[in-house]
T-cell receptor, first 113, second 113 residues
Framework: QQQVKQSPQSLIVQKGGISIINCAYE??????FPWYQQFPGKGPALLIA?????SEKKEGRFTISFNKSAKQFSLHIMDSQPGDSATYFC????????????FGQGTTLQVKP | KAGVTQTPRYLIKTRGQQVTLSCSPI?????VSWYQQTPGQGLQFLFE???????NKGNFPGRFSGRQFSNSRSEMNVSTLELGDSALYLC????????????FGPGTRLTVL
């Protein structure tokens, strides 16, 4: 049972453009939603995370938008750069249980110069 | 602080053998989680250990097991290896229940022939 669905599977954007990746979850007990970035040969690294008590969180060029009623959240990368080319994973976990992350399938982002 | 370290980084085994992977968490972190990453299934949670006790377990067969030592270092063991066990095995550590962020190691690439 896939509890976190991520789309698109791959994404190509031009340098300076906006990259948008979407995730939807099923379990209403989830209350922690991180986004991870992974480069080839490396482990995932936390980019930004959000909890359901806020609808948006911004850190630099990265923004999470959260829609609790729709059970959806998304990552926006503003002014996308070639160095942002990587695989992005959304994830979710239940309250007090952040040691068990349920991941989306991942999105491979390519930013063209 | 040094990051999460995993050894070995690469491993080649044959079907039927067993393997032990090691993970050293960030100093002071007491929670260690293990994940399996494959192109087909993505990132899947295996288990989490906290203070030497398994407190979460994913949907993997009993051939997959783990343990944690008093210094928080963790090992995972896979017995009777199958071709489908070929994957990148990632370890992540976090501080405790109040600390959300999981920090991932670079992973161990296991190939089963």
């Amino acid at each position: 049972q896939q509890q976190v669905k991520q789309s698109p599977q791959s994404l190509i954007v031009q340098k300076g453009g906006i990259s948008i990746i979407n995730c939807a979850y099923e379990n209403t007990a989830f209350d922690y939603f991180p986004w991870y970035q992974q480069f080839p040969g490396k482990g995932p690294a936390l980019l930004i995370a959000i909890r359901p008590d806020v609808s948006e969180k911004k850190e630099g060029r990265f923004t999470i938008s959260f829609n609790k009623s729709a059970k959806q959240f998304s990552l926006h990368i503003m002014d996308s750069q070639p160095g942002d080319s990587a695989t992005y994973f959304c994830a979710a976990s239940k309250e007090g249980n952040t040691g068990k992350l349920i991941f989306g399938q991942g999105t491979t982002l390519q930013v063209k110069p | 602080k040094a990051g999460v370290t995993q050894t070995p980084r690469y491993l080649i085994k044959t079907r039927g053998q067993q393997v032990t992977l090691s993970c050293s968490p960030i100093s002071g972190h007491r929670s260690v989680s293990w994940y399996q990453q494959t192109p087909g299934q993505g990132l899947q949670f295996l288990f989490e250990y906290f203070s030497e006790t398994q407190r979460n377990k994913g949907n993997f067969p009993g051939r997959f097991s783990g343990r944690q030592f008093s210094n928080s270092r963790s090992e995972m063991n896979v017995s009777t290896l199958e071709l489908g066990d070929s994957a990148l095995y990632l370890c992540a550590s976090s501080g405790d229940r109040g600390s959300d962020t999981q920090y991932f190691g670079p992973g161990t690439r296991l190939t089963v022939l």
